[in-house]
């Protein structure tokens, strides 16, 4: 009978440290409800792209819902381009901000690729780059694989690969690249990434760090392909993350501010445009060696053809508790999840610093705590 009763609270305990709550969900036909759309062209990364606003993005096609009921943003392929114009594209922004404590969940099926292409789902604080800035899906030309990057002030910093799968390319995320990680599992952009059905990446962003889950469309976990539009969702047998960014050496809190999603696409520019980024796998694409004369300038099938996101959704999460119930069981719950796997805020201050290796021992922790508390009530 007690020990029944220690199975039920472990079990309680479980299924409520799971608990992220949708806030947000764009899909189908209300996918493009609740952003801003650009309106100007690329003055921020210099590319050779016109970002339309919403009415004139609708109108030529560039931001619609598909057949299958999912959102294409694209680069105009149909337009002759003439020397000196730019060519149009998409740059759109979330009017919601999303807090410390939220987490994004992206499904897609295709990213923008090809020569002068440079796709990015990001987010970014209004004050830039003191709000922080963390770049999800980011990556130019026919690179083979994504990159994922934190942008801020100085004094935020990573150096170590702890529990992450993705490589460090850079460990001060205050320098112009940032901090970045390379993905290492296959097919995280390019042709690849959409003939294996795309994928999925979750961002948690956190009191205790920044943690980036790529998933290639196979490993996609259950506790994804299962949610709908209003679950919740448990992170907790989602292995290790393809990039974790931990609190001990960038205090997310001073960091980072609300963010606001992102997704444009622009062309050439300050990455996919300049120098050995652009010659080293691009370079001979036409008879110049310039991104602008040989990509942008001229007809835009078949360049741009593969110049486009394909989403299935985007769905913002947050760790808000259910309310607590009045039952012996759940006293034990809100001082003990809040600092488990949801990595929420903590009042004893060391969870800021402890970093995911603790995670299994936390939750251990968590259940132990359960198993105590329930066995003192039960007994
Ligand atoms: C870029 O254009 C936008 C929209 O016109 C404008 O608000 C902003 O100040 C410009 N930014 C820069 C850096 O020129
Ligand atoms: C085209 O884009 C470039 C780079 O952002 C910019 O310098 C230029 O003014 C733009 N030209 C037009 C006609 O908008
Ligand atoms: C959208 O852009 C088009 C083309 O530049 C312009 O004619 C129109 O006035 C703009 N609409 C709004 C609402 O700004
Ligand atoms: C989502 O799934 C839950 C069961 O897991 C169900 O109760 C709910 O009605 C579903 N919601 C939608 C919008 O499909
Ligand atoms: C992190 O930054 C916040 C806000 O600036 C500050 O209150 C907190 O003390 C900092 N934490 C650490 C461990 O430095
Ligand atoms: C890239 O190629 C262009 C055109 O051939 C050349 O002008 C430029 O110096 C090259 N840059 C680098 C970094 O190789
Ligand atoms: C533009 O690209 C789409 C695929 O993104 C393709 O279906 C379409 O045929 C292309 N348009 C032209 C004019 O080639
Ligand atoms: C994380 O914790 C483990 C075990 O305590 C330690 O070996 C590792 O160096 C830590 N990593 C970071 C980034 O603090």
């Not at 493009?32 to 919403?54: I, K």
């Not at 009921?69 to 901000?97: F, H, P």
């Not at 796709?119 to 604080?125: K, Q, Y």
């Not at 080293?280 to 996101?309: I, K, M, Q």
Request: net charge negative; hydrophobic share 35%; charged share 10%.
């Amino acid at each position: 009978m007690t020990r029944f009763a220690l199975f039920a609270v472990c079990a309680l305990q479980l299924s409520i440290v799971a608990g992220y709550q949708v806030v947000r969900d764009y899909s189908g036909q209300n996918f493009f409800t609740g952003w801003d759309f650009y309106g100007n062209y690329d003055n921020l990364t210099l590319g050779n792209a016109v970002y339309l606003n919403q009415s004139e993005a609708t109108k030529q096609n560039l931001a619609y819902i598909n057949s299958e009921g999912r959102a294409i943003i694209k680069v105009d392929n149909t337009t002759d381009v003439a020397m000196g114009q730019n060519r149009s594209s998409i740059r759109m922004t979330s009017q919601d901000a999303y807090p410390i404590g939220s987490l994004w969940i992206i499904d897609l099926y295709h990213i923008p690729y090809g020569c002068s292409v440079w796709p990015a789902f990001w987010t970014f604080g209004p004050n830039w780059p003191n709000d922080g800035e963390i770049d999800i899906i980011e990556a130019i030309n026919i690179m083979g694989n994504n990159q994922m990057v934190l942008h801020t002030t100085p004094g935020c910093t990573h150096s170590s690969t702890y529990n992450q799968l993705g490589a460090n390319i850079g460990s001060d995320c205050s320098t112009p690249s940032g901090c970045v990680v390379a993905e290492t599992q296959p097919n995280s952009y390019n042709s690849g990434f959409a003939a294996a059905g795309g994928g999925v990446w979750a961002t948690q962003f956190d009191v205790t760090g920044v943690f980036i889950w790529f998933w290639s469309r196979p490993n996609v976990p259950e506790s994804i392909t299962q949610a709908n539009s209003t679950s919740s969702i448990d992170i907790t047998s989602w292995g290790t993350p393809s990039a974790s960014y931990f609190a001990n050496t960038c205090n997310i809190t001073e960091f980072f501010s609300p963010q606001n999603l992102v997704f444009d696409i622009t062309l050439c520019g300050d990455w996919a445009g300049t120098g050995y980024a652009y010659n080293a796998t691009c370079g001979s694409s036409g008879p110049t060696g310039l991104c602008y004369n040989d990509c942008v300038v001229g007809p835009g099938s078949p360049r741009y053809d593969e110049a486009y996101f394909d989403i299935s959704y985007v769905r913002a999460y947050t760790t808000e508790q259910p309310a607590p119930t009045t039952t012996t069981t759940s006293t034990s719950i809100p001082t003990s999840t809040t600092s488990t796997t949801n990595r929420q805020t903590s009042s004893s201050g060391a969870i800021s610093t402890r970093n995911d290796s603790s995670r299994g021992l936390i939750l251990l922790a968590t259940v132990a705590v359960g198993i105590i508390l329930g066995a003192r009530f039960a007994l």
